[in-house]
């Protein structure tokens, strides 16, 4: 089993940029297709972006594509999330997960995957 833990969240102003770390121990993550999602406050939880276990190839919500980035570092059991070009309503909580079934498909589903980390709270100020 994977643990996931967060990092990298804070306070911004719109425009600027942050970039998100997902750590993962207990297992290498190359056995699992990587997923962001985020929710904001009264909403419910969206998908953002994910990335196929290798890193070769991402899909990316239509809020945030051209915006964000998402990568993985399989040897060092890290993914990340670039994001630039901040807008308030991506203020939320941030969390990654880790689908184990899937390889070279990915899935906008949160329901597919089964490990989640704690979230990281981002905030853009206007």
């Known amino acids: 089993q994977v643990q996931l833990v967060e990092s990298g969240g804070g306070l911004v102003q719109a425009g600027g940029s942050l970039r998100l770390v997902c750590a993962a121990s207990?297992?290498?993550?190359?056995?699992?297709?990587m997923g962001w999602f985020r929710q904001a406050p009264g909403k419910e939880r969206e998908f953002v972006a994910a990335i196929v276990r290798k890193g070769d190839n991402t899909q990316y919500a239509g809020s945030v594509k051209g915006r964000f980035t998402i990568s993985r570092d399989n040897g060092k059991s890290t993914v990340y999330l670039q994001m630039n070009s901040l807008k308030p309503e991506d203020t939320a909580i941030y969390y990654c997960?880790?689908?184990?079934?899937?390889?070279?498909?990915?899935?906008?589903?949160?329901?597919?995957?089964?490990?989640w980390g704690q979230g990281t709270q981002v905030t853009v100020s206007p």
């Open positions: 207990g297992r290498t993550l190359d056995g699992y297709v």
């Open positions: 997960a880790a689908d184990p079934d899937r390889g070279v498909t990915m899935s906008s589903v949160s329901g597919e995957y089964d490990y």
